[in-house]
């Protein structure tokens, strides 16, 4: 045990109780202890890099090359994708993949370069090897986009798991995004940024790192094209990025640098070049497509720290009616558990849990459980009693259990890298689904306890399955909380199979999105943490990840109105949307500020319901093409350099641009357009971009802007849906996607692409495909026609 350990334990003696206080100290000792027998020491350690070219071996879709102390197998699949390896590293097996390895490019053939050097040529990119294991991503004109170094290796004497280093360069002009959940994002400054998740304990703000879910995932933008470099390892391990310059030395440029340092693990990578669109194509393609979230998980949902009981929650869903405020789903936490032990319910302040799930579906409202890893360690539980019988729980080195401290005091973990467990822990939701949840939120599953905010509540040593490879919790950490996520949906899939699962965690990894969406933790209250959450989304969203939103408000602290307001305003923008109040969070509902706050907040809630059909449409085109709801403006023009260095708005579709406020005292803001004509949505004004633009953010709104030539399906009036239709610039045509809500199930909705465009005087709208005598299947309303006065949709 170490000092850290002693003072984390003394924190939690005050803060939560000396009984736990105790606790805590004991299981931080054993877990210290534990590692200090159960893991090999490191010792002499002997550094290794590849050596000279020896012999190639080509192979279908690429081949072998070897050096004197190494050998890297490449390939190039058929979906564009590159993959390398060192020392027999394969694609195989690996959590982040979504089935199989795809099949090799059979165009792709590795033939003899330059300088006793080795290279494979594909359609979208040409992968040169050195004679000294330095590996070259080019596009296929030739241009270098990234060139990987001869990585190194340190590996110990007397045998065991070697440490290694990658160093990476990249075009002078690149900025980096990415290496998932990042509060100081989305574009990643110069650094260094850990690859553990952990739970910071606290509520965090920019400057934490790292934060729950960390990814080995870059995306690189620069002006000769855009790239996602992907080093599938779990283990432990920082990346230091440092940005290029140039001009700089007698006028030659600096390049970009990333240096991986990882704990262990193989050394493999998955390289993907093309658009920022086609890179995201790509990556689905390989990691898997985006579970498809319920309608009403796309609409309001509201969080609240202590719900009190049935009446509580009853109160506060009366009074979101009573005000004129939309609501879809309301959120029960820790509090509703019996002795806070998982899968069970307090009876005396729920005696009525399903019929209160009943009461609130008819209206339109599901109820979402928090979900934890930790099982209380009591014999007579009958969670803990039937996960001991499979032998479920994580052990460590010398076959112990693994215990911790959390809520419900002495508690186990489930190895969820084991498929007979996470077979038992998915039927485990049965009861759940019996209470009346609907959807399921999983928390502090990192893990985390008391016992290890910022480290892991398992020892390092312990053991766990890892889908019968086996290894310790130096490799399974990181996968823990996707293969809990992974039981959840599998299991609800199994128990539930005529709905879609709806699971979102706060912790995860590379593949995340097959099973559900996140949610990165108690951000800060206050102006920082409102800027960390559109950088979480942003970041999340450029790895695979697009349904995800933070605590609107905040988790600490007592929001100011203003400060409420703009969360609000941004939340109502992004996938996930969660208001979060209560005691434990200080945040108060909408209708405790006072009339002003009411009214506004009243205003971006029905803006959010309003925009409903528009992100469900998102949420299907992101299952097809891995595409974020949630967009940097440069995501169709990446060499606008000015766009790449924008990060305090983004593009929610093709359609809209929002320009949150992210500070205080406000009332006008400048915003960074890309090119193309846009429409303040609020006042109709036209702008043409590219340009920037000064314009009015008054409290009860923030600046959001319509693509011209957009089709948006919104809710209208009479809760039908009907398309807004923004006049496209004369001479030119526009067009948008509608994808209908057809229920919670599985059903394939139809796609529907409509098209706009200017006849005289006229707008013309119509369906493609369909016979243009036809009727559209909904009502059109046309905006934009204030700048171009006397004419008419049709």
Same mark, same amino acid.
């Given at each position: 045990?170490?000092?850290?350990?002693?003072?984390?334990?003394?924190?939690?003696?005050?803060?939560?109780?000396?009984?736990?206080?105790?606790?805590?100290?004991?299981?931080?000792?054993?877990?210290?202890?534990?590692?200090?027998?159960?893991?090999?020491?490191?010792?002499?350690?002997?550094?290794?890099?590849?050596?000279?070219?020896?012999?190639?071996?080509?192979?279908?879709?690429?081949?072998?090359?070897?050096?004197?102390?190494?050998?890297?197998?490449?390939?190039?699949?058929?979906?564009?994708?590159?993959?390398?390896?060192?020392?027999?590293?394969?694609?195989?097996?690996?959590?982040?993949?979504?089935?199989?390895?795809?099949?090799?490019?059979?165009?792709?053939?590795?033939?003899?370069?330059?300088?006793?050097?080795?290279?494979?040529?594909?359609?979208?990119?040409?992968?040169?090897?050195?004679?000294?294991?330095?590996?070259?991503?080019?596009?296929?004109?030739?241009?270098?986009?990234?060139?990987?170094?001869?990585?190194?290796?340190?590996?110990?004497?007397?045998?065991?798991?070697?440490?290694?280093?990658?160093?990476?360069?990249?075009?002078?002009?690149?900025?980096?995004?990415?290496?998932?959940?990042?509060?100081?994002?989305?574009?990643?400054?110069?650094?260094?940024?850990?690859?553990?998740?952990?739970?910071?304990?606290?509520?965090?703000?920019?400057?934490?790192?790292?934060?729950?879910?960390?990814?080995?995932?870059?995306?690189?933008?620069?002006?000769?094209?855009?790239?996602?470099?992907?080093?599938?390892?779990?283990?432990?391990?920082?990346?230091?990025?440092?940005?290029?310059?140039?001009?700089?030395?007698?006028?030659?440029?600096?390049?970009?640098?990333?240096?991986?340092?990882?704990?262990?693990?193989?050394?493999?990578?998955?390289?993907?070049?093309?658009?920022?669109?086609?890179?995201?194509?790509?990556?689905?393609?390989?990691?898997?497509?985006?579970?498809?979230?319920?309608?009403?998980?796309?609409?309001? !949902? @509201?969080?609240?720290?202590?719900?009190?009981?049935?009446?509580?929650?009853?109160?506060?869903?009366?009074?979101?009616?009573?005000?004129?405020?939309?609501?879809?789903?309301? @959120?029960?936490?820790?509090?509703?558990?019996?002795? @806070?032990?998982?899968?069970?319910?307090?009876?005396?302040?729920?005696?009525?849990?399903?019929?209160?799930?009943?009461?609130?579906?008819?209206?339109?409202?599901?109820?979402?459980?928090?979900?934890?890893?930790?099982?209380?360690?009591?014999?007579?539980? /009958?969670?803990?009693?039937?996960? /001991?019988?499979?032998?479920?729980?994580?052990?460590?080195?010398?076959?112990?259990?693994?215990?911790?401290?959390?809520?419900?005091?002495?508690?186990?973990?489930?190895?969820?890298? !084991?498929?007979?467990?996470?077979?038992?822990?998915?039927?485990?939701?049965?009861?759940?689904?019996?209470?009346?949840?609907?959807?399921?939120?999983?928390?502090?599953?990192?893990?985390?306890?008391?016992?290890?905010?910022?480290?892991?509540?398992?020892?390092?040593?312990?053991? !766990?399955?890892?889908?019968?490879?086996?290894?310790?919790?130096?490799?399974? +950490?990181?996968?823990?909380?996707?293969?809990?996520?992974?039981?959840?949906?599998?299991?609800?899939?199994?128990?539930?199979? +005529?709905?879609?699962?709806?699971?979102?965690?706060?912790?995860?990894?590379?593949?995340?999105?097959?099973?559900?969406?996140?949610?990165?933790?108690?951000?800060?209250?206050?102006?920082?943490?409102?800027?960390?959450?559109?950088?979480?989304?942003?970041?999340?969203?450029?790895?695979?990840?697009?349904?995800?939103?933070?605590?609107?408000?905040?988790?600490?602290?007592?929001?100011?109105?203003?400060?409420?307001?703009?969360?609000?305003?941004?939340?109502?923008?992004?996938?996930?949307?969660?208001? +979060?109040?209560?005691?434990?969070?200080?945040?108060?509902?909408?209708?405790?500020?006072?009339?002003?706050?009411?009214? +506004?907040?009243?205003?971006?809630?029905?803006?959010?319901?309003?925009?409903?059909?528009?992100?469900?449409?998102?949420?299907?085109?992101?299952?097809?093409?891995?595409?974020?709801?949630?967009?940097?403006?440069?995501?169709?023009?990446?060499?606008?350099?000015?766009?790449?260095?924008?990060?305090?708005?983004? =593009?929610?579709?093709?359609?809209?641009?929002?320009?949150?406020?992210?500070?205080?005292?406000?009332?006008?803001?400048?915003?960074?357009?890309?090119?193309?004509?846009?429409?303040?949505?609020?006042?109709?004004?036209?702008?043409?971009?590219?340009?920037?633009?000064?314009?009015?953010?008054? =409290?009860?709104?923030?600046?959001?802007?319509?693509?011209?030539?957009?089709?948006?399906?919104?809710?209208?009036?009479?809760?039908?849906?009907?398309?807004?239709?923004?006049?496209?610039?004369?001479?030119?045509?526009?067009?948008?996607?509608?994808?209908?809500?057809?229920?919670?199930?599985?059903?394939?909705?139809?796609?529907?692409?409509?098209?706009?465009?200017?006849?005289?005087?006229?707008?013309?709208?119509?369906?493609?495909?369909?016979?243009?005598?036809?009727?559209?299947?909904?009502?059109?309303?046309?905006?934009?026609?204030?700048?171009?006065?006397?004419?008419?949709? !049709?």
């Amino acid at each position: 045990m170490d000092g850290r350990d002693l003072v984390r334990s003394v924190r939690s003696v005050g803060s939560v109780g000396a009984v736990r206080g105790l606790r805590t100290v004991r299981a931080a000792w054993r877990r210290r202890r534990a590692d200090a027998t159960g893991l090999p020491p490191r010792g002499t350690e002997r550094a290794r890099t590849p050596g000279q070219v020896r012999e190639a071996e080509p192979g279908p879709g690429g081949g072998v090359v070897r050096f004197g102390r190494s050998e890297l197998r490449i390939l190039v699949t058929v979906n564009g994708a590159v993959f390398w390896g060192w020392d027999g590293a394969t694609p195989e097996p690996s959590y982040a993949l979504a089935g199989r390895c795809p099949e090799p490019d059979p165009r792709a053939v590795l033939e003899p370069d330059t300088d006793g050097g080795w290279r494979v040529v594909a359609e979208r990119v040409t992968v040169a090897v050195s004679r000294l294991g330095s590996v070259e991503v080019l596009t296929p004109g030739g241009v270098a986009l990234r060139r990987d170094l001869p990585p190194r290796w340190w590996e110990p004497v007397g045998g065991g798991t070697a440490r290694w280093m990658q160093r990476s360069e990249v075009r002078a002009d690149a900025r980096f995004f990415g290496l998932g959940g990042r509060a100081s994002g989305p574009w990643l400054r110069d650094g260094t940024y850990r690859l553990w998740n952990t739970g910071p304990g606290r509520a965090f703000g920019p400057g934490d790192d790292p934060l729950p879910l960390t990814m080995p995932v870059q995306l690189v933008v620069a002006d000769a094209g855009t790239h996602l470099a992907f080093h599938d390892s779990s283990w432990d391990g920082t990346v230091t990025l440092r940005e290029g310059a140039e001009g700089v030395g007698s006028g030659h440029d600096r390049a970009g640098t990333s240096a991986l340092r990882m704990d262990g693990g193989p050394l493999r990578c998955w390289v993907m070049v093309g658009t920022p669109a086609r890179v995201l194509l790509t990556w689905g393609s390989l990691t898997g497509a985006p579970a498809l979230p319920p309608v009403w998980a796309l609409g309001h !949902h @509201h969080a609240r720290w202590g719900q009190g009981g049935e009446q509580e929650v009853r109160r506060v869903v009366a009074c979101y009616r009573e005000h004129g405020l939309p609501l879809d789903a309301v @959120h029960l936490g820790i509090d509703h558990y019996d002795a @806070h032990q998982a899968f069970t319910v307090d009876q005396e302040r729920f005696p009525k849990l399903p019929a209160l799930a009943e009461e609130l579906r008819r209206d339109g409202i599901r109820l979402v459980s928090v979900v934890g890893p930790a099982v209380a360690a009591e014999s007579g539980n /009958a969670v803990h009693d039937s996960g /001991a019988a499979q032998d479920a729980f994580v052990r460590d080195a010398s076959g112990e259990l693994v215990r911790g401290v959390s809520w419900s005091g002495n508690v186990v973990f489930p190895d969820f890298t !084991h498929a007979r467990v996470r077979q038992w822990w998915g039927g485990l939701y049965t009861e759940r689904l019996e209470q009346g949840f609907a959807g399921f939120w999983h928390d502090m599953n990192e893990p985390t306890s008391f016992t290890a905010f910022g480290e892991s509540t398992l020892p390092r040593s312990a053991r !766990h399955v890892l889908d019968g490879q086996g290894g310790d919790h130096r490799e399974a +950490h990181n996968v823990y909380a996707l293969c809990m996520a992974r039981a959840a949906y599998e299991g609800l899939r199994t128990l539930a199979p +005529h709905e879609r699962p709806f699971v979102f965690s706060r912790s995860g990894w590379v593949g995340m999105q097959r099973y559900g969406g996140t949610w990165p933790g108690e951000v800060a209250t206050g102006w920082p943490g409102l800027r960390a959450s559109l950088a979480l989304v942003m970041g999340l969203g450029l790895c695979g990840v697009p349904y995800s939103g933070p605590d609107v408000g905040g988790f600490d602290g007592d929001a100011s109105a203003e400060l409420y307001l703009r969360w609000l305003q941004l939340g109502a923008h992004l996938p996930l949307f969660r208001t +979060h109040a209560g005691a434990g969070a200080g945040s108060k509902e909408p209708w405790e500020s006072g009339a002003e706050v009411l009214r +506004h907040a009243r205003v971006a809630l029905v803006e959010r319901r309003r925009l409903q059909p528009y992100f469900v449409t998102l949420a299907h085109l992101a299952r097809r093409t891995g595409a974020p709801y949630v967009r940097p403006l440069w995501w169709s023009a990446p060499e606008e350099r000015a766009l790449r260095d924008c990060e305090d708005a983004f =593009l929610l579709g093709d359609c809209l641009l929002v320009a949150p406020v992210l500070g205080p005292g406000v009332e006008r803001r400048k915003v960074r357009l890309p090119g193309g004509r846009w429409y303040e949505t609020a006042t109709g004004r036209a702008y043409d971009g590219p340009a920037q633009v000064l314009v009015d953010a008054p =409290l009860d709104r923030i600046p959001v802007f319509a693509h011209a030539g957009a089709v948006i399906p919104v809710r209208g009036e009479d809760g039908g849906l009907e398309l807004e239709v923004w006049a496209p610039v004369r001479g030119r045509t526009g067009g948008g996607t509608v994808v209908a809500d057809v229920g919670d199930g599985w059903e394939e909705p139809e796609i529907e692409r409509y098209s706009v465009r200017w006849a005289g005087a006229r707008i013309v709208v119509e369906r493609e495909g369909a016979d243009g005598a036809r009727e559209l299947p909904y009502p059109v309303r046309v905006r934009g026609l204030e700048a171009e006065p006397g004419l008419e949709p !049709h």
